[in-house]
């Protein structure tokens, strides 16, 4: 069903109102503060188609509406204001930005805090090296029983491994390996490395005897030894208690014990269809039971030295998601930048809002 420009206003305003306050809201104050310019009763009869279409609710009879999920999102996709970063706002971000970091670990930390500073939110920062290809094959025969493989990957790296077969092998079936090596297991991450095309390989080569295991074997082992090494924080975990949706010690304390597992921030700051945008995650999007009632917002960067990071804050649904989306957006696009040895100053103040559905 189409929303009217009519129940568009209304549905904005009870969002930015209760982001703001964290209280109902009735149809008095939209008539009084809102600027509609319509009478409390069209008000209500608006409020109610709303919350029959799925966008409101009503916390208890007497009480005004609330956001939904679906309201956040909508709100979000099409109604939000995409908000600018004042002067003083980016000023201070680069501020803290420009500082120099030297350990990965610490980096992360500062990152973590600087998020969680700047959103008022608990902020988590990942970094993970990017995944590693093998860019060429040279595998080179030695003697009847024994070979080189040497692996150039993606990173410029140089893998080596020398190879003993308690068997004779010909050149040329080394020679046809490593060719069939550099037509199908080259630019391709260890997740590709799959049986089927080392079966398609083995048949290609004629091998019975396990030199194709042998030569994927040390591939996996290389990429999977490169794509090692993610690190990540969470920050500000305190900042919960200051919301009043976590005023529950309880409920703060069990998303906390969820944050503070280093793999689950992993899954959640999976860097998989993050792309160069700012994510967005409302609610029942999270595939995490621990998040169904909180919303999430993502920024990724380039940490350099093959690696990259992911930013994001995890708060409740009712969160300021324009101020948050752009001073995530400002803070991963001034990081980029200073890790490549620039200043963070003169970037743009706001990303784009990737569009998340679960559907």
């Known amino acids: 069903m189409e929303i009217s420009e009519r129940k568009k206003k209304i549905l904005a305003a009870v969002v930015d109102e209760y982001i703001a306050n964290a209280e109902p809201v009735g149809s008095k104050f939209l008539a009084e503060k809102a600027g509609l310019h319509v009478s409390s009763a069209t008000i209500r009869n608006e409020l109610a188609e709303l919350t029959s279409l799925g966008y409101l609710e009503q916390p208890h009879t007497s009480a005004?509406?609330?956001?939904?999920?679906?309201?956040?999102?909508?709100?979000?996709?099409?109604?939000?204001?995409?908000r600018k970063l004042s002067l003083e706002e980016t000023e201070e971000i680069n501020r803290s930005l420009n500082v120099k970091v030297q350990q990965l670990d610490q980096m992360m930390q500062d990152v973590g805090r600087i998020a969680a500073d700047m959103t008022n939110y608990p902020a988590l920062a990942m970094a993970a090296r990017s995944p590693d290809t093998v860019r060429r094959f040279d595998i080179i025969y030695v003697d009847a029983n024994t070979f080189i493989i040497v692996a150039l990957l993606g990173?410029?790296?140089?893998?080596?491994?020398?190879?003993?077969?308690?068997?004779?092998?010909?050149?040329?079936?080394?020679?046809?390996?490593?060719?069939?090596?550099n037509a199908n297991f080259t630019g391709i991450t260890e997740e590709q490395i799959t049986p089927v095309l080392i079966s398609a390989a083995e048949r290609a080569v004629g091998d019975t005897m396990g030199l194709v295991a042998a030569v994927a074997g040390f591939a996996l082992e290389i990429l999977t030894e490169e794509s090692r090494g993610a690190q990540g924080v969470l920050a500000g975990g305190a900042k919960l208690l200051q919301l009043p949706e976590f005023r529950d010690p309880d409920k703060a304390?069990?998303?906390m014990s969820y944050l503070s597992d280093t793999e689950h921030l992993a899954d959640l700051s999976a860097m998989d269809g993050i792309g160069s945008d700012v994510k967005v995650l409302i609610g029942p999007e999270n595939i995490a039971e621990e998040l169904?009632?909180?919303?999430?917002?993502l920024a990724k960067y380039d940490a350099g030295d093959g690696m990259q990071g992911v930013i994001g804050v995890v708060g409740p649904t009712r969160m300021d998601y324009s101020t948050v989306a752009a001073k995530l957006s400002y803070i991963a696009d001034g990081l980029s930048k200073a890790l490549a040895g620039g200043k963070a100053d003169a970037l743009p103040g706001f990303g784009k809002l990737m569009i998340k559905d679960q559907n």
């Not at 309201?71 to 979000?76: A, N, P, Q, S």
């Open 64 to 82: 005004g509406r609330v956001p939904t999920a679906q309201g956040y999102r909508f709100y979000v996709n099409e109604l939000m204001e995409r």
């Open 155 to 181: 990173s410029n790296k140089v893998k080596n491994k020398l190879v003993h077969l308690p068997f004779s092998v010909e050149q040329t079936t080394i020679q046809k390996l490593s060719t069939v090596f």
């Open 292 to 297: 169904k009632d909180s919303s999430v917002i």
């Open 253 to 255: 304390h069990h998303l």
